[in-house]
């Protein structure tokens, strides 16, 4: 039980049925039909152990209106005793025709005593493991939800309207009448559920309120920016101007971070919108201010970019850029860490190695995270707490380019600030996606030879294959040679997970510089690798990919002023869902449209990377469907906070017991 997470009463009494089954009527065997699941009751007329084609227990069992066969496969002496002849026997099965008639084989059984009666409300079936057994199950339930504090902690009024109390909708979902249509319990629209799942958005949103309290109580480093400073130099020296959508942004984060309390704020926009400089002119406020800065990148090229882009940038104005990953070890590591923790590494660029034990920062102002549903939750909050005798909390930034679904953005991230860029850099031509089934592979050959023959750059990415990275490889090892070959004189580049970072960081930066024209990559290059020269991505087994990853990669091209074409290669034949998301993505260039679909298709615990973490965040409501209940809850979270802050706190103990610090990340 406890494996199952079962230890508290009220652990218990939470644990639902997944199912149920109907023990409480017995059906008279002459009217048994073939395929259904029935249950009976009759006495044993014969019980004998047949070794014909295989060893078996065959039961001869009548009631008043007929006979049926039981048969067991697999037996124990027991069960020839409990089934004995003259035995009255109640059995549960699916009925089936056999050639001697009625039979249900290995149907579930027990002796009753004559008059025994019958159970009133519908079993339960529980989600359990092999070693735990459903009746121990039942009983341990029922047991626990009669001593389990359930007192009601809500007043009427947060509530809506027609739910029973918590007591009432656990004692019947654990109990249902059999008069209930099964319907509304398998699809969880019952009264009943709706009151679990209603208890639990709320208890999610009083903490959600709650972490924000506490922020708002925390203090920061007021990074305030002087007219003339290092921001506005950096602005100057831009090749650029910044989009209207940019300035905003800027605004409201410089804004934010001007304040002594932490920011916690979500910068979102589309691949290609620009989010990169906009974190480095929150950098450069934050340094000009005396306060260090830290950005960590979910994979090491992208790093790794950043870093150049960062030092291009930054270090003319004199600031000292460290670099920290996980492939860089030694005396380098070890000075690089020196100079974080002495501040004179104003900023920090990096991968999760930012976040190891040994890294401590002077005095860090500014966290910024990009793609950050690319990590778990737990990294994140191991950013924040890399405070060490710091008493202001650093601001934190998070960028991604995967927006936030509504309903998330109200539920989980309730207490975020959320900024986005809602406009692409001008000059871009919006890529042409086109599906292609992989038998036209020679026809895209054909046509990387005319892009590359007009100066422009390509893309070839290789499908991850999940269960082997070695596989992988071959893939991507293989088709380098086979494009090579069909390309002479061509300069073509092999990009995959198995090299090392420096490794990695020389092919990149061949390609960057325009050195190499054909780039084979598997998904290594996924998120915010920036090659304005790429005009052409081609991504073989197209089908094996998510909608968000095909949507990051295909954000790879379009970066510059010429027309862009990603060809979605795919081997058929396709799926349902594979279709469909090969059609969204040749439909849209929408980061927040393909965002809703994948939602769709996926779910919002994985669309948080929660799985990475292996917490599911919801347990009963399910953000898809219950947005009505969300929005009862969001409104009902404040007002019970204001007048009545112990049930508020009483409730949250309840549902989130220790998972409240996992919400606030
Ligand atoms: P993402 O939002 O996907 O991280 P990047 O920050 O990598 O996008 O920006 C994509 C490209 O657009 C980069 O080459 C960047 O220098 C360029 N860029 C950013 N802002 C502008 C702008 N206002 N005008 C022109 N180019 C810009
Ligand atoms: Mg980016």
Redesign the pocket.
Known sequence: MRKLGLVRDIDLALHLPMRYEDETRLVAMSSLRDFSIAQVQGVVQECRVETRARRQLVVRLADDSGELVLRLLHFYPSNQKTLAVGQLVRARGEVRGGFFGREMVHPEFRAVAPGAPLPQALTPVYPSSAQLPQAYLRKAVASALARAPLAELLPPEVLPAGLPTLREALQFLHQPSPEVPLATLEDHSHPAWQRLKFDELLAQQLSQAQAQAVRATLAAPALRQPAGGMASQLLAALP????AA?QRVVAEITADIARPQPMHRLLQ??????????AALAAAVSIAAGWQCALMAPTEILAEQHFR?LVGWLQPLGVTVAWLTGSRKGKARDAMVAQVASGQAMLVVGTHAVIQHDVAFARLGLAIV?EQHRFGVAQRLALRAKLGEQTLEPHLLM?S?TPIPRTLAMSYFADLAVST?DEL???RTPIVTKVFADTRREAVVARIRDELAQGRQVYWVCPLVEESEHLDLQNATATHAELAAALPGVVVGLLHGRMAGAEKASVMAQFTRGEMKLLVATTVIEV?V?V?GASLMVIEHAERFGLAQLHQLR?RVG?GAAASVCVLLYSGPLSATGRARLKAMAETNDGFEIARRDLEIRGPGEFMGARQSGDALLRFADLAQDSALLLHARAAAPRLLAEQPQAAQAHVLRWLGGKAEFLKA
């Open positions: 650029f101007t910044l989009t940019q926009g589309d691949v290609g919108s620009g989010k990169t400089v906009v882009k990009d960028m380019a860029i850099p001008p000059g915010g920036d304005p954000g970066r």
